[in-house]
């Protein structure tokens, strides 16, 4: 096992690697940047979503400024850069690292990675890190709720459906759950928004945040329903088509165990129905579930909550992802990716040696590399 745990670190490496080239590619040829975004707020024509400068229209010439000629190599590179100091376009690019060769940057960014610096915000005056564990709560409070809520609905409606296979429960709960997959959840979050948060009918629930603006000089319990109250149409858009899957895989896990030779044996020994179930088959058919926790929770935490958080307006990992790259902050995107990236394969990583924790007689030791 120990040559296996190694051998899976070890293709950690190489998998980050490509992870970050591939990424740092399609950045240098993305549309836009960090100094396009400078100099869009400087002229007035910054229209994006998180725009913090509005000049409208009018341009803003820094001092010492020119008039450049539509042919001059210094700005003719950046959109909207006419006008400008070439002097000023220089230290824009010196300040954000575009001085140097794209090789250059990338390797200097591997040697800080490897050391865990992820430097400073490009747009917000602080550290790449203090920004993650800023929003962490935030995100850690969606993935967790979310992976519980999961498995509570998820493991005894799959027992009840492969107990019940081919019975009307069974039927019309499989299509309810089609259904549920199948429904975008941001969508569902607009309508729910829509329907209980002030849009157009009800105002139940709030739209915005996680607490209230009172939270604070609320008493213990009082902070806890506030707390769950803000957490009720979230996670109602985020649970609706995750226990889909995990439904499906718990009631055919279960199948495939009850129809095994060891089953019939203890039904024929005269076991009740709930002996053979618990007693024998819950553990065999709960393995894949078990081992899979850390995967799914990761999935929630990471990913399952970016537009959700975006149209709740809750200030987690999800929404600096996103606002990131739209701001072109190009250290919190690399950061966060690494970040992710490397928690994934950790967390894959944990899942198989969860697998031989629940089951000994699985032994990746032998596997062929």
Aim: no cysteine; charged share 15%.
């Amino acid at each position: 096992m120990t040559a296996y745990i190694l051998r899976r670190i070890a293709l950690m490496i190489p998998t980050l690697l490509g992870i970050l080239l591939v990424s740092f590619v399609v950045v240098q040829f993305a549309p836009g940047g960090p100094v396009e975004r400078v100099i869009a707020q400087l002229t007035g024509s910054d229209v994006s979503a998180t725009a913090r400068i509005s000049g409208g229209g009018s341009e803003i010439v820094q001092p010492g400024a020119t008039t450049m000629g539509p042919a001059d190599p210094i700005v003719s590179k950046y959109r909207g850069a006419q006008g400008l100091d070439p002097q000023f376009i220089k230290e824009l690019e010196r300040q954000f690292g575009f001085d140097k060769p794209a090789h250059e940057r990338f390797l200097l960014m591997l040697w800080n990675f490897a050391r865990f610096d992820f430097g400073k915000s490009y747009f917000r005056d602080t550290s790449v890190i203090d920004l993650v564990i800023e929003k962490l709560p935030v995100s850690i409070s969606l993935g967790l709720w979310m992976t519980l809520i999961t498995y509570l609905i998820s493991i005894p409606l799959g027992i009840s459906k492969a107990m019940r296979d081919g019975s009307r429960f069974d039927v019309w709960s499989s299509g309810v759950i089609v259904i549920g997959y199948a429904i975008p959840g941001f969508l569902f979050a607009i309508l729910l928004i829509v329907l209980f948060a002030g849009g157009s009918f009800f105002s139940v629930f709030p739209l915005r945040g996680l607490t209230s603006d009172n939270f604070w000089s609320l008493p213990w319990y009082a902070q806890i329903a506030d707390y769950f109250w803000h957490l009720v149409l979230p996670l109602t858009s985020m649970v609706l088509g995750a226990f889909a899957t995990m439904t499906l895989l718990t009631k055919n896990s279960f199948l495939d165990e009850i129809r095994k030779q060891y089953v019939t044996t203890a039904r024929m020994k005269g076991l009740t129905e709930r002996r053979v179930l618990y007693g024998h088959v819950f553990r065999n058919a709960m393995l894949i579930i078990i081992a899979g926790f850390p995967g799914a929770f990761i999935g929630a935490f990471f990913s399952g909550s970016l537009l959700i958080e975006t149209i709740f307006s809750l200030d987690g990992l999800g929404l600096l992802g996103f606002e990131s790259v739209l701001n072109r902050d190009y250290p919190v995107v690399f950061a966060t990716l690494y970040i992710f990236s490397l928690v994934g394969l950790i967390v894959n990583l944990v899942s198989d040696l969860t697998y031989t924790w629940v089951d000994p007689r699985i032994d990746f030791e032998t596997r062929e590399a």
